[in-house]
């Protein structure tokens, strides 16, 4: 089955820009979404598809791809973007796979 | 608005079966535009899919819990759950209830339940 790498931590000074990135071979051909997690609550749904953001997502949040590397962008981090972030695709086998996930610090 | 509810025990006993109900309002789960997943996440851990279940009852299982895990619809009461045999302290976790879109070159997780936490011990 694929795997997705995402790195274990990334910080983020607030108003600046960041990147989070996910890398798997699904993401060739399918591209990733993207969750938000904070502490004890269920994941929510940032980023899909190409570059769509579901109603009530702020217009900071973007994604994008190229190859096998699919890109979470925070412009203008604010300080409740604090979170942990997973990216998400499917496999040639269609089965579903999360990365391990990204600690955001908005500094 | 969407909403999904998770419901069952708390607590199984090593060896036993782990069920979970999941009770959606808000939408028919017989829409056909979705299918409905399990999805779990130990203490301090990552998210892992386990699986899948169309309003017909088709059903698509992570292959690494596939022998133990059972995924039934009930459409008369808008609900979809799960079983998953022979637990063991591993399948300590958080486990999520979800709306899933699918497509050819894209799909996601688009409305989620708040989690229930089903502890493995004796």
């Known amino acids: 089955s694929s795997e997705l790498t995402q790195d274990p931590a990334v910080s983020v000074a607030l108003g600046q820009t960041v990147r989070i990135t996910c890398q798997g071979d699904?993401?060739?051909?399918?591209?990733a979404s993207w969750y938000q997690q904070k502490p004890g609550q269920a994941p929510v749904l940032v980023i899909y598809?190409?570059?769509n953001r579901p109603s009530g997502i702020p217009d900071r949040f973007s994604g994008s791809s190229s190859g096998n590397t699919a890109s979470l962008t925070i412009t203008g981090a604010q300080a409740e973007d604090e979170a942990d972030y997973y990216c998400?695709?499917?496999?040639?086998?269609?089965?579903?796979?999360f990365g391990g996930g990204t600690k955001l610090t908005v500094l | 608005q969407v909403q999904l509810q998770e419901s069952g025990p708390g607590l199984v006993k090593p060896s036993q079966t782990l069920s979970l109900t999941c009770t959606v309002s808000?939408?028919?789960?017989?829409?056909?535009?979705?299918?409905w997943s399990w999805i779990r996440q130990p203490p301090g851990k990552g998210l892992e899919w386990i699986g899948y279940?169309?309003?017909?009852?088709?059903?698509y299982y992570n292959p690494s819990l596939k022998s133990r895990v059972t995924i039934s619809v009930d459409t008369s009461k808008n609900q979809f759950s799960l079983k998953l045999s022979s637990v063991t302290a591993a399948d300590t976790a958080v486990y999520y209830c979800?709306?899933?879109?699918?497509?050819?070159?894209?799909?996601?997780?688009?409305?989620w339940g708040q989690g229930t936490l089903v502890t493995v011990s004796s």
């Open positions: 979800a709306r899933v879109y699918v497509a050819a070159t894209r799909g996601y997780f688009d409305y």
């Open positions: 808000g939408g028919s789960i017989s829409s056909g535009d979705y299918y």
């Open positions: 279940i169309y309003y017909s009852g088709s059903t």
């Open positions: 699904s993401l060739r051909s399918y591209y």
């Open positions: 598809g190409k570059n």
């Open positions: 998400n695709s499917r496999d040639s086998s269609g089965n579903w796979v």
